[in-house]
C-alpha cells in the first residue's frame, strides 16, 4: 500500500476522488443553502437535522474533513514535488501558449479556497462546536436562519465570500473534468463532461454568491 | 536578418550556466533555426570563441534530439515541428530571440544546450518492450488479425519521438505524456497485452523515480508535442496502471 501511495499516479487519483467528493458534497451543500433563501422554516429543519443527527455528526462529517484534508494535503505534497522536478527554472517561460490560466494555477486557486475554508470554519464550524458541546447549550430548531444572515452583516464578510467563491468557480472549472482524465476516462463521453464542469463550476458558485449577497441586502432582517 | 540571441552557455554538468548575448546577421528566412545558429557558431569560430553547442542529428524532424525552448516554448513558436523545421521567416528583423536547453530536473543539462535525456531510456528499458521468441518459432506479426481504429491508435502513439518537449511544456516536468504513448502503443495490441500489467507497473516506477513531475492535465504536452500524441494516451495509461494495481 505505501509503495502505491508512492506512485504518481494513485497520488494523482486520490485527489480526484476526493474533489469528487467534494464536488458532490457542494451540491448538498448549496441545496440547504438555497432553503434560506426560500422558506426559513425549511432552512432551520434542514440545518437542525444537518446539526444534530449522528449520522451526519459523527460519520458524515469525519469523512467530509478527512476529504478536504486529504485533498489539500496531498495538493501540497504533489505542487511540492512539481516544484522539485524543475530545479533551474527557465528564463522564459511561456506557459500561456499553450494551457489555460486556470489548469496552470489550481494551487493558487485551491490556496485560496483553503485559507476561506479557516474563516467559514471559524464562522460556522467552530461556532456550531462552541454551541453544542462547549457551551451546552440546548437544543433550539429556530436559530439557523437568524445567526445565517447575521454572518452577512458585515460587508467585508460578503466581499470575502464572494472573491472565494469566485476562486472556486476557476478551481472546479479545471478540476471537475481533470479528475476524470486523471482516473482514467477519456472517451465519447469526454466533451460532455468537460460542457457539465463549465456549467457546474458556474452554476453552484453563483448560487453561494446569490445567497452571500441576498443575505447581505436582506432589508427585512437588518 | 540581423537577430539578437540570448543563449544559455553552461561550460559542463557541473557549472553554472548563465544567459549570454550574441548577435547573428546575414539570416535568411528560408533558413532553419538549426541553420541560423550553424551561422552563428561559423562566426564565433573565426572570432577565436567557443562555438554553442547544441544538440541535432537528422533534421528533417523525426530524432527529436533539438532539446530547445525558444522565446518560452518547446521548440519555438509553432506547433508540430521540431527546430530544424522552424524557420527563421517565423521571425522578424531586429527580433530577440531567448535560447535554453529543456529544464527538468530529470534532464541535466551536459553542455551549453545539451541535456541528457537518458532517463527517457531507463523508462523504456524498464517495460517498453515486447518479449519476442527468437529460437526460430517466432510468429509472424502479420498472422494476428487488428481491428483498423486499434491498429492506427497504437500507430499513433508510437509516432513518438521521445524528444522530451511534453516535459519541457509541462509547468511540473512531468513525463506522462512520452511514458502513456510507450505503454499505449503496446497495451493496444494483442502482441502487447501479454506483458501489459508489469510494463505499465515498471515503466510508472521508473518514470517515478527519474524526479519527473505530476501530470495536472494542463494539455500543454499535448499542444507542444512536435507528433501530436494525444492526452488519451494519459488516461489509457492510467487505466492500465489502476486495473493492473488492483490486480496485484
Known sequence: MSALL????????????????????????????????????????????????????????????????????????????????????????????????????????????????????????????????????????????????????????????????????????????????????????????????????????????????????????? | MKLYLKIWRQKDANSKGKMVDYTVEGVEGDMSFLEMLDVLNEDLIKQGDEPIEFDHDCREGICGTCSLQINGRPHGPDTRITVCQLHMRKFNDGDTIVIEPFRAKAFPVIKDLIIDRSAFERIQQAGGYVSVNTSGNTVDANAIPIEKEMADKSFNAATCIGCGACVAACKNASAMLFTSAKVSQFALLPQGRVEAADRVRNMVRQMDLEGFGNCTNTGACEVECPKGISLENIARMNREYLTATAKG
Not at chain 1, 489555460?100 to 483553503?114: C, E
Request: proline content about 5%.
Open chain 1, 6 to 222: 508512492k506512485s504518481s499516479i494513485a497520488r494523482k487519483v486520490v485527489m480526484a476522488l476526493s474533489g469528487l467528493f467534494l464536488v458532490i458534497f457542494l451540491v448538498l451543500h448549496v441545496t440547504i443553502n438555497m432553503a434560506s433563501v426560500i422558506d426559513p422554516d425549511i432552512f432551520n429543519q434542514w440545518s437542525h437535522f444537518m446539526g444534530y443527527n449522528p449520522l451526519v455528526q459523527f460519520l458524515m462529517q469525519p469523512i467530509l474533513i478527512a476529504g478536504v484534508v486529504i485533498h489539500f494535503v496531498m495538493g501540497f505534497v504533489l505542487e511540492f514535488q512539481n516544484k522539485r522536478a524543475r530545479s533551474v527554472k527557465y528564463v522564459k517561460f511561456r506557459g500561456s501558449e499553450n494551457a489555460p490560466w486556470v489548469s496552470r494555477n489550481m494551487i493558487l486557486t485551491g490556496g485560496v479556497v483553503l485559507a476561506f475554508l479557516g474563516l467559514h470554519f471559524y464562522d460556522f464550524w467552530i461556532h456550531e462546536i462552541t454551541y453544542k458541546f462547549v457551551e451546552a447549550n440546548p437544543e433550539d430548531p429556530t436559530r439557523y436562519y437568524e445567526e445565517t444572515v447575521a454572518k452577512f452583516e458585515p460587508m467585508w464578510r460578503t466581499v470575502l465570500y464572494i472573491i472565494s467563491f469566485v476562486l472556486l468557480s476557476l478551481h472546479l472549472w479545471h478540476g471537475f473534468a481533470s479528475s476524470f482524465q486523471t482516473m482514467g476516462v477519456n472517451n465519447k463521453y469526454t466533451p460532455g463532461i468537460k460542457k457539465f464542469t463549465k456549467i457546474y463550476a458556474v452554476v453552484i458558485p453563483l448560487a453561494f454568491i446569490f445567497i452571500a449577497l441576498y443575505h447581505h441586502l436582506n432589508p427585512v432582517m437588518h
